[in-house]
């Protein structure tokens, strides 16, 4: 089974970037949170792709709610 995650800018529908497993976004997704602030990450989508058919993780504020629960899993 082919698995891999893909970051997607809501605006303009361009690929951000890819990644192989959930946490290696999550991570990703964090740091570009402190780097860029939340107002910037509202204006993306991830995507999750299994054997070639995508199906939506999350976007907008829930992937800010994502992001953020995965920082304080990690926390603990």
């Given at each position: 089974m082919d698995t891999f995650f893909q970051l997607v800018e809501l605006t303009s529908g361009n690929v951000a970037d890819?990644?192989?497993?959930?946490?290696e976004a999550t991570a990703a997704l964090r740091k570009a949170v402190q780097m860029y602030g939340a107002d910037v990450m509202r204006t993306y989508s991830?995507?999750?792709?299994?054997?070639?058919?995508?199906t939506l993780v999350a976007m907008q504020?829930?992937?800010?709610?994502?992001?953020?629960?995965?920082?304080?899993?990690?926390?603990?």
């Open positions: 890819d990644f192989e497993t959930m946490d991830l995507l999750e792709f299994v054997d070639g058919v995508a504020d829930e992937l800010l709610k994502l992001v953020a629960h995965s920082g304080m899993a990690r926390a603990v």
